[in-house]
């Protein structure tokens, strides 16, 4: 152990001009090093990264897991450890103080940290509905974890050694208005939908985190998300938003909570069943088929993810 922070920061970037300066002014007194991966933006990314003395990278995008592993082994990173963030995101204080204050005296033993996300929409956060706290593995020591390889929902994953937690806030607030979260979010439908079917046609060989009711946050959250994925199409989206609305009471966020739950958890998860319904009904349930759907008609390769 030592007594000096060690801390290099992973920001990948797409046009994220609105959001980038926040992010890395949040970083810049407890990490050593930044590191922006950027997607071939056409803002002023690249200008910001710069300003900040952000070491800028550039390289073409397929998933967030393939970037961040892009990340990892080919930006010369030299730090004892690495900390993931969004470029929508950023640190609260109290998650700089600890992280300053705990992460130099961690346990040798201790490989990975998680801390939690707190997201925030129509710019106040969200506490209720299952959204806070949500726990993630996002600092781990450098050369112990990978991103597992999936098209959504990707968590890092450690090889060795043990997990740990720091109290504080990762905050995602994202500045964009609710046209451009739909129009990402219908997006992200179609890759959510290639990750169902590849549990069920097996597309690739994707090593993810396994669920378990008795594990970790994470762990604990990918086995109810199996769980839910078991349900009938078109019924899972209805009764998610009940519980989310309703039984994790949702409901006391106000009309920015019902807006919420509406397009987060009833209309993108029905979004998602609908384009898993139309896949089936334009080319079968034949696996090859499928494959060649998907290429065609979204020009994505589902069985490779590098």
Request: with cysteine; aromatic share 14%.
């Amino acid at each position: 152990m030592n007594n000096s922070i060690s801390l290099t920061a992973i920001v990948l970037t797409y046009n994220e001009e609105i959001h980038l300066e926040r992010c890395l002014q949040s970083l810049q007194d407890i990490c050593q090093d930044i590191v922006v991966v950027d997607s071939f933006s056409s803002d002023n990314t690249k200008a910001i990264s710069n300003r900040y003395n952000a070491r800028f990278y550039q390289n073409k995008w397929t998933t967030h897991a393939t970037q961040i592993n892009w990340a990892i082994n080919n930006t010369d990173i030299h730090t004892d450890w690495i900390i993931r963030v969004d470029a929508d995101e950023y640190l609260s204080n109290e998650l700089k103080v600890n992280i300053l204050e705990k992460l130099p005296n961690v346990s040798d033993q201790i490989s990975g940290i998680r801390v939690k996300r707190l997201m925030y929409f129509l710019d106040r956060p969200l506490k209720r509905a299952g959204m806070y706290p949500i726990w993630h593995l996002k600092i781990w020591r450098k050369d112990t974890a990978m991103c597992e390889q999936r098209w959504m929902d990707e968590r890092m994953k450690i090889f060795s050694g043990t997990i740990s937690s720091i109290e504080g806030d990762l905050i995602d607030h994202n500045l964009n208005n609710i046209s451009w979260w739909t129009s990402k979010h219908n997006g992200y439908a179609t890759k959510e939908a290639i990750d169902i079917l590849d549990k069920i046609y097996n597309f690739t060989s994707a090593n993810s985190i396994k669920g378990r009711f008795f594990g970790n946050s994470e762990e604990r959250r990918r086995w109810l998300k199996e769980k839910y994925l078991n349900l009938p199409l078109f019924v899972r989206p209805f009764l998610f938003f009940i519980i989310r609305y309703f039984l994790q009471l949702g409901f006391l966020e106000g009309r920015r909570g019902f807006i919420w739950n509406v397009l987060q958890c009833f209309w993108y998860r029905f979004l998602v069943d609908a384009k898993i319904e139309e896949a089936f009904r334009k080319v079968g349930k034949d696996r090859d088929c499928l494959i060649k759907y998907f290429k065609d008609e979204f020009g994505l390769d589902v069985t490779k993810l590098n």
